[in-house]
């Protein structure tokens, strides 16, 4: 079973938006417990933070690419992790990928997450 499945990826041009989802089912802890990450890799390059929300007082952190543009989000109830992102960009181009680090306290480094979902595409065109 896969822990995480990211949902809302696609082709969109400059300036749209998308909306990313990730279903939790496959945690063995609540999905309450877990603080949420989104990153991201581009063809060639290596994956990097994009946003984190916290699992008890839900603070956000952002990479600098992504502020006053993406918005992260969770719904408890629902096991649900989202990206809102905004004014898209052709730099935006990237799979992006939803990760869960139990207890954590928003790390920018990948290797603090304990799950890991398969990626979603996202394309921006020019």
């Known amino acids: 079973q896969v822990p995480l499945v990211e949902s809302g990826g696609g082709l969109v041009q400059a300036g749209g938006s998308l909306r990313l989802s990730c279903a939790a089912s496959?945690?063995?802890?609540?999905?309450?417990?877990?603080?949420m990450g989104w990153f991201r890799q581009a063809p060639g390059k290596e994956r990097e933070f994009v946003a984190s929300i916290g699992w008890d007082t839900g603070t956000t952190y952002y990479a600098t690419s992504g502020k006053g543009r993406f918005t992260i989000s969770r719904d408890n109830t629902k096991n649900t992790a989202y990206l809102q992102m905004n004014s898209l960009k052709p730099d935006d181009t990237a799979v992006y990928y939803c990760?869960?680090?139990?207890?954590?306290?928003?790390?920018?480094?990948?290797?603090?997450?304990?799950?890991w979902g398969q990626g979603t595409q996202v394309t921006v065109s020019s």
């Open positions: 496959g945690l063995t802890s609540s999905f309450s417990w877990y603080t």
């Open positions: 990760a869960a680090d139990k207890y954590g306290t928003g790390e920018t480094y990948g290797g603090r997450y304990e799950y």
